[in-house]
Structure formats: C-alpha cells, structure tokens
C-alpha cells in the first residue's frame, strides 16, 4: 500500500521505517528540510538501536521528502506523527497537528484516504483534524473521501524497533468501517507476523499473531492515554511503597518481587527509584487531568501518581542532606542524563531537574552520559559547563555520586579505583543498578533510592 507518514521524530521515523520494512511503500515528509536531508543520505537524527539497520533493509521501499505533494496525493494511509509538546496549563500544543492537517488537506487525491492521528492528541482531536482536513479540501476545491483514524502507539525509545514489530496489540479507532478495514490491510503483515524476521532483531519463539483492538475513534485515543497514565501510576505506586519500606527496614527489591510474581499484578513497571521522566507519561498524564478537568471530573490517582514521581527528585536532595550535612559548596557527580539507559532523549529527564535543584542549592555539579551529552549541549546549553568527557572526570574530587540512569557502563566502571579519584566514597544509586555487595567491599558508602 502506499503510506505517508508526516513527522519523522522518534514516532513517525520508527513508523514509517517498520511499514516500509513489511513491504508497504512510503513516504515520510518532514518540514525540516535539513533532516530530511541527512535521512536520503541514511543519517538517523536519533538515537534509537537498530533503526539504522531497518532503515538500510527497507531503503528500497522508503522516500523522504519536505514537500506535501511529493507525499500526499496517492496515499491510502497518512499518518500524522508531529509532536505535541505540553503547554504550560498541561494541554499538549496541537500547532503542529493543525498545520500538518491543513497542509495535507490540500493534496488528498486518492479516491478514498484514511488520516491516521499517530501522536498523542487529546479526547476529540481526530474530529477536530477531520474538521480542519475539511476546510482545507474546500478551500482547494477537492472533494475526495477520506477519514480520520486513531492508531496510538506504545513503543519504548530504545526498543521501538522490536516494540513495533513485535507488539503486544494494535489499537485502530475510526467511526467508519471502511477506515477499519484500510488499517486492517495495513497492519496484516505485522498481525499474522508474515514477514521475515530481521536478523538484528529476531522474533520470539512462538510469537505468531499480535492481537488488534478496533474500535471507535474516542476510544482509541482514550486506550492510549489510560494506558500510560496506568504505567506512570504504577511505578508511583511502588515507590510510593518504596519510601515506607525504607523507613520500616523492608527491602523493595523482594517486595516488588513478591507483588509482581501475582500474574494479576505483573512484574514490569514494579522497579523502584528515581521515578519516570520522558517525552510520554509527565505529558500524558498531565493531559489526561486536564482533559477530566473539562468535565468536571477530577483524576485523583493519576496527580497522585504525578506527586509522587516529581517528589522524589527532590528525594535525591533529601538524601544528599542526610549523608554530607551540609552540601553547599559541595562536589557533586550526577552519572547518567538521558531519562533512561540506550536513548539520548532528554525530555523531562530527572537528571536534569537534580542538577538544577543542586546548582540552586550551590552544589558543583559535574556530569557524565554516554550518548546524550551531544543532545544536552544543544538543549541545555546554559548547563553545558557541568559536563566531563568520562565518568571518572566526573567523580574527580566528589564528594558524592548521583547514578540518575542505569546505563550498562556505569555498572562496569572500576569502582574500586574509582574510590581513588574522589574525595568522599558516597554513592547514591536512585536506580539500583550497581552491585552493592561489592561496592561496600571496596569502602563505598551505598544508599539507595526510595
Ligand atoms: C480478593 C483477592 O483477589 C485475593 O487475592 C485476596 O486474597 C482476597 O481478596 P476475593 O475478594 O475473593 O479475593 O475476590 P476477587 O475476585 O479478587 O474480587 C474482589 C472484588 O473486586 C469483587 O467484588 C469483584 O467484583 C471486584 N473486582 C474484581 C472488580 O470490581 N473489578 C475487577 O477487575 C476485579
Ligand atoms: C513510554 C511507554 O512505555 C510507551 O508505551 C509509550 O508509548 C511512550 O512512553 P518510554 O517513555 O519510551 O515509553 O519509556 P519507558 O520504558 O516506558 O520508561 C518511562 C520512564 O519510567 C523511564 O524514565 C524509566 O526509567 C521509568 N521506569 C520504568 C521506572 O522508573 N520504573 C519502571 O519499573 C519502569
């Protein structure tokens, strides 16, 4: 089928990448020219494992592109997959979606188009697109059929890859069942898994059908939001029961064990620490209260969920106070900046936040990542003084260690010469991630977070 995939972000790039892959032929617009030029020439403007790899296995059947009537007319599937980031009142800002709808609106020329709202939007966005697709058709005297769709994605940054190919369901919303069945044809590669496997990333043994959830537009793009907001709550909830367990003298580790071995339970989601960050769940979930807001319904246990997720970088600080008394003037080592390990997405990363709240309470902060330093010079550039070229630059003459993500190499460093570069041998491990026996057998001090 031929497919236009608008925004080439992690979303929309992962996306179009894995259609063309199964066999679909697509286009992926974007309005930065630069980008799109750096993707002809097989340059990922991300960091995502194995993407470059899909990229290259797929490049046949995959163009790139910054103008609408390279991509638009002809297409059976368009989705849009621009971002949407919070405003300050937590509505997600939907300029881009409005832009990218009025554009395409312009160019419809197949007889029948299914627009696919791929990014998160808010409860009704899909009307509000078709609404706009409309005006837009009007005003180009066009008069082709098209519909609006829902078809929310759930991959991880890091894994997008084997999350789409590989997905535990596939969620299409549309009020038409014609626009269904399109989505249908669409995905069937993926759902009765009929494609050859990548070597790069092969498919688990027994894996044979992915199971699709159709449904109408409201509830698709409802299914997304609940969905987040049920993960972000329940690593709240276990950290929430972190911190009681730190101060009754239980183990969180062996409680999360305990409830996640419940299959009704389940044990993902259940590691305690630092909390979440990333572009999904603090949006997300900010803008799953708003919309309750609108109403009048309140989303109590999602701002719980919310509380105690900002809380506990403040934790971090708490923490800090209890071990050096005083910390002000301070040396401080923060090891890990992206919001989680084998990604360089910043985006609500809490590190980010601990090393603010440091700098304000007059910590010298020094700071370490693997991949994402290049990203933080770029997006933080008046934090770009706190970073080191290693780990061990980093910890020169600190006074203690923040690991804030749990990047393989941080667990491999040499901790025991480490214990010779800094001043104090103080490590707070927010993602328990390093082996704490032996650790201590080399003389650090390691406290753990809730
Ligand atoms: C529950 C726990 O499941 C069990 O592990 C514990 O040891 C005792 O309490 P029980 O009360 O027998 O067991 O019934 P259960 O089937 O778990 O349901 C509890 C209540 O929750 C029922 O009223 C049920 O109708 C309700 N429920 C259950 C829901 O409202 N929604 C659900 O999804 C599941
Ligand atoms: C998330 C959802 O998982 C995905 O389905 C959705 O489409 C986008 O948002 P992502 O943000 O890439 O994906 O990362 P995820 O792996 O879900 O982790 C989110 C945050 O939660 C990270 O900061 C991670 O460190 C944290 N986390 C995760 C925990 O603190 N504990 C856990 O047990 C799991």
Request: charged share 25%.
């Amino acid at each position: 089928m031929k497919v236009a995939v608008i925004g080439t972000g992690y979303v929309g790039l992962t996306t179009g990448v894995c259609l063309a892959f199964v066999g679909h032929e697509v286009h992926c617009l974007d309005v930065n020219e630069s980008k799109v030029n750096a993707l002809r020439a097989g340059q990922i403007p991300i960091f995502e494992p194995q993407l470059e790899d899909l990229l290259d296995a797929a490049k046949g059947r995959l163009h790139f592109t910054s103008k609408y009537e390279d991509a638009i007319p002809d297409a059976e599937v368009i989705f849009i997959a621009v971002g949407t980031p919070s405003l300050p009142d937590g509505q997600p800002d939907l300029q881009y979606l409005r832009s990218a709808s009025e554009s395409l609106g312009k160019y419809l020329s197949a007889s029948f188009t299914v627009v696919v709202n791929k990014s998160t939007v808010p409860i009704g966005s899909g009307n509000w697109v078709g609404a706009l697709i409309r005006e837009s058709q009007k005003a180009a005297g066009l008069h082709t059929d098209f519909a609006v769709a829902s078809n929310p994605e759930f991959l991880r940054e890091g894994s997008a890859i084997f999350d789409s190919l590989y997905p535990d369901r596939i969620v299409i919303g549309a009020d038409q069942g014609k626009a269904l069945e399109t989505l249908y044809r669409l995905y069937r590669p993926v759902i009765d898994q009929t494609f050859p496997a990548p070597a790069f990333c092969p498919r688990r043994e027994g894996f044979s059908a992915v199971p699709l959830v159709s449904t109408d537009l409201a509830s698709a793009e409802l299914i997304k939001y609940a969905a987040n907001a049920f993960l972000a709550t329940k690593i709240s909830f276990i950290n929430e029961i972190g911190l009681l367990a730190g101060r009754v003298g239980a183990d969180i580790q062996h409680i999360a064990r305990g409830m996640g071995l419940d299959s009704r339970i389940g044990n993902r989601f259940l590691s305690a620490g630092l909390g979440w960050g990333g572009s999904c769940f603090a949006k997300d979930t900010a803008a799953l209260s708003a919309t309750a807001k609108e109403y009048g319904l309140g989303m109590g246990i999602v701002e719980a969920a919310r509380q105690v997720n900002f809380a506990m970088r403040e934790k971090v600080i708490e923490r800090l106070l209890d071990i050096l008394k005083i910390i002000k003037g301070r040396n401080i080592a923060v090891l890990g900046l992206a919001f989680k390990p084998n990604t360089d997405d910043l985006r609500d990363a809490p590190a980010i936040d601990i090393i603010r709240r440091l700098q304000s309470r007059g910590v010298i902060v020094h700071a370490h990542d693997p991949i994402a330093m290049e990203r933080f010079r770029i997006e933080h550039p008046d934090l770009a003084s706190v970073l080191c070229d290693t780990a061990e630059e980093a910890m020169r003459e600190s006074d203690a260690v923040v690991l804030a993500t749990e990047w393989n190499e941080y667990r491999e460093l040499d901790w025991a010469m480490l214990g010779d570069v800094v001043r104090q041998k103080n490590v707070l491990d927010t993602r328990w991630t390093l082996d704490a026996d032996s650790l201590r057998r080399v003389g650090w001090n390691l406290i753990r977070l809730p």
